[in-house]
């Protein structure tokens, strides 16, 4: 058991088997160096929303809706997705824009940017480390 590497942008861990044994060397490459890993396709979006930051459930005008049935809207998609807003994963908020309400879901993990920010554990964020939290020498694990 050598434990994980944890991505550095998204911060996924991958079994050091799999990263040795599985990934083709291209993408190894890019793990080892810090630059991203397939979850978070490289680098380039939030492994949580996949790089959506926020989905729109509902638009309202705000001549059409009263704070009280606003905040009853809100409260039926927090509860449709309760698990995810538990998580921490993302936030069911109403946002308002010009003449409109939007009921959105926002990504807490990314802060709605859509870009990879890290993953559950902020000691993960500085390198590569195995279960213990200890930075992994890459030569050693080769
Ligand atoms: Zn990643
Ligand atoms: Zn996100």
Redesign the pocket.
């Known amino acids: 058991m050598m434990g994980d590497l944890f ?6 861990p991958w079994d050091v088997g799999h990263v040795y044994e599985e990934m083709s060397e291209a993408e190894r490459e890019i ?1 080892l160096k810090g630059e ?5 396709g ?2 380039n979006y939030c ?1 949580v929303c996949k790089g959506a930051k926020k989905l729109v459930f509902r638009v309202f005008k705000k001549s059409e809706i009263t704070s009280e049935e606003l905040e009853e809207e809100v409260d039926r998609y927090v509860k449709a997705f309760w698990d995810e807003v538990r998580w921490g994963n993302f936030e069911v908020t109403a946002e308002f824009k010009g003449d409109k309400v939007y009921i959105v879901k926002v990504c807490q993990r990314c802060n709605g940017t859509g870009k ?1 920010m890290g993953g559950d554990d902020d000691e993960y964020y500085g390198g590569l480390v195995d279960n213990d939290g200890d930075l992994i020498d890459v030569m050693e694990v080769l």
Not at 36 to 40: A, K, L, R, T
């Open positions: 991505c550095k942008k998204c911060g996924e793990l991203g890993c397939p979850s978070c490289f680098g492994k990879p």
